[in-house]
């Protein structure tokens, strides 16, 4: 069963050992490899009011974290990301029941009209994930982001309400 919780300082150490595997790790960038990065970016976010930052927890194990961020209450958008870290969980529908979670926060509780996600090229899997889910494809953001030393891009994806509440 998957389930969301708070993230808390006691899951960090997972998210320091699936930021350092070069399988988990193949599509995000560059960042937050050692414990105190990882600790000074959960220090930063976990009180932030433009964050929601979450554990996924499927079978009573911590097997990755979701945020729902740049929380714009304005212009009523916000974007999501989501990391499965655990390799033997992937294509078992944990991503998309988070996903599912994830969006209904967004549009059901925030009371958002855009959420958007982007997707580094070759992430095949969450590419997938994001159109099952009724997202669209809306741009590619080239060359933005540095991924295993090379300029790698981003594909944009957005969901809107009416397309949420009709899909």
Same mark, same amino acid.
């Given at each position: 069963?998957? $389930?969301?919780?708070? #993230?808390?300082?006691?899951?960090?150490? &997972?998210?320091?050992?699936?930021?350092?595997?070069?399988?988990?790790?193949?599509?995000?960038?560059?960042?937050?490899?050692?414990?105190?990065?990882?600790?000074?970016?959960?220090?930063?976010?976990?009180?932030?009011?433009?964050?929601?930052?979450? @554990?996924?927890?499927?079978?009573?194990?911590?097997?990755?974290?979701?945020?729902?961020?740049?929380?714009?209450?304005?212009?009523?958008?916000?974007?999501?990301?989501?990391?499965?870290?655990? @390799?033997?969980?992937?294509?078992?529908?944990?991503? &998309? $029941?988070?996903?599912?979670?994830?969006? @209904?926060?967004?549009?059901? $509780?925030?009371?958002?009209?855009?959420?958007? @996600?982007?997707? &580094?090229?070759?992430?095949?899997?969450?590419?997938?994930?994001?159109?099952?889910?009724?997202?669209?494809?809306?741009?590619?953001?080239?060359?933005?982001?540095?991924?295993?030393?090379?300029? $790698?891009? #981003?594909?944009?994806?957005?969901?809107?309400?009416?397309?949420?509440?009709?899909?």
């Amino acid at each position: 069963m998957t $389930t969301i919780r708070d #993230l808390t300082e006691d899951d960090l150490d &997972a998210i320091v050992r699936w930021r350092n595997d070069a399988h988990v790790n193949r599509y995000l960038s560059n960042q937050l490899r050692s414990q105190p990065e990882v600790e000074v970016w959960f220090n930063s976010v976990k009180t932030h009011p433009k964050i929601w930052l979450k @554990a996924i927890i499927d079978n009573d194990q911590i097997v990755g974290y979701a945020a729902v961020e740049s929380i714009d209450t304005i212009n009523r958008k916000c974007e999501l990301a989501m990391v499965i870290g655990v @390799a033997d969980r992937w294509g078992r529908g944990i991503g &998309a $029941t988070v996903l599912q979670v994830m969006l @209904a926060y967004a549009f059901d $509780t925030l009371g958002m009209h855009r959420v958007w @996600a982007a997707v &580094a090229r070759g992430n095949d899997r969450s590419e997938r994930l994001l159109r099952r889910a009724g997202f669209r494809q809306e741009g590619i953001m080239r060359e933005t982001l540095i991924i295993q030393d090379e300029f $790698t891009d #981003l594909l944009c994806f957005s969901i809107l309400e009416d397309e949420y509440r009709t899909g």
